[in-house]
């Protein structure tokens, strides 16, 4: 997971890519697929879940509170030999379970489910692609909500 976000940010920073769209492109799919907690995506990664989108956020939110350099640290302690849950309370300053519990309080707010089926995206447009904590997704300037 945490790899597909490091690429994908180093081709924005090289200009290889635009990036003003991905706060939209994240939250349809956070709506569109079937929810599963992150939680359960350890022990699959369904396709209908949406496991990227729901990847980008976790990681998303990892860096905007630690930096980019705690997740390469943790990713160095793991490939070491320490237990992965260990490294991540050293590192990240809190549980696995309580990430979880935080990431879905943050899902929640940033992509809420709707009653009204696929249309969350008509939403998005009608009220003029509100990105996280409210600020226009247009153009995307960073982690989603800082």
């Known amino acids: 997971m945490e790899e597909h976000w490091i690429a ?83 590192v990240f300053g809190e549980s696995v379970d309580d990430f979880y519990r935080r990431l879905e309080e943050i899902r929640s707010h940033y992509a809420p489910r709707s009653n009204h089926g696929g249309s969350a995206w008509l939403l998005d447009l009608l009220h003029g692609h509100r990105g996280a904590c409210g600020r226009p997704s247009q153009p995307y300037d960073g982690p989603l909500c800082v």
């Open 8 to 90: 994908h940010h180093s081709l924005i920073e090289a200009g290889l890519i635009a990036d003003g769209r991905i706060d939209v492109f994240i939250k349809r799919r956070l709506r569109s697929g079937r929810y599963l907690r992150l939680s359960q995506l350890v022990r699959a990664f369904p396709f209908d879940a949406e496991p990227y989108a729901v990847s980008y956020l976790a990681v998303d939110r990892l860096v905007a509170s630690k930096g980019p350099l705690a997740l390469r640290t943790w990713c160095e302690r793991v490939g070491a030999g320490e237990e992965w849950t260990a490294a991540f309370q050293a």
